[in-house]
C-alpha cells in the first residue's frame, strides 16, 4: 500500500509560482514504479493530466502549461515536484498526485491552488 500527500497548494496572483510536493510513504519497490503524473480538476470539468514523469525520467506535459511548469522528482526522498510558474487564472483547480507502479495506482487527497488577484 501507498499513501500519497500533496502539499504547497494556496492563494497565488497572476504571473505567481508555486511548487505543489507530493511525498509517497509505503513500500515501492525497486524496478515497479512506471511513472509519476500530476493532475487537475476545475469545479465541473473532468480530470486533466498537466504533466508526468517515467521511471526512466522522461518528462511530458500539457500544451497549456508548456513552458511554464516543470515536473521533477527526488528518488531519495520519494518526492514529486510540480513547479509552476507565470501562473494563469485558468490554472486553478484542485491538483492531484498519482504514481503508477506495476501493482497498482494510487492518489493523493489533492491540494488547492487558486491564481486570483
Known amino acids: 500500500q501507498v499513501r500519497l500527500v500533496e502539499s504547497g497548494g494556496g492563494l497565488v496572483q497572476p504571473g505567481g509560482s508555486l511548487r505543489l510536493s507530493c511525498t509517497a510513504s509505503?513500500?515501492?519497490?525497486?524496478?515497479?514504479?512506471?511513472?509519476w503524473y500530476w493532475y487537475r480538476q476545475a469545479p465541473g470539468n473532468q480530470r486533466d493530466l498537466v504533466a508526468l514523469?517515467?521511471?526512466?525520467?522522461?518528462?511530458n506535459y500539457a500544451d497549456s502549461v508548456k513552458g511554464r511548469f516543470t515536473i521533477s522528482r527526488d528518488n531519495a526522498k520519494n518526492t514529486l515536484y510540480l513547479h509552476m510558474n507565470s501562473m494563469k487564472p485558468e490554472d486553478t483547480a484542485m491538483y492531484y498526485c498519482?504514481?503508477?507502479?506495476?501493482?497498482?495506482?494510487?492518489w493523493g487527497q489533492g491540494t488547492q491552488v487558486t491564481v486570483s488577484s
Open positions: 498519482n504514481i503508477q507502479l506495476r501493482g497498482g495506482s494510487y
Open positions: 509505503g513500500t515501492i519497490f525497486s524496478g515497479s514504479l512506471v511513472g
Open positions: 514523469i517515467t521511471s526512466a525520467g522522461v518528462t
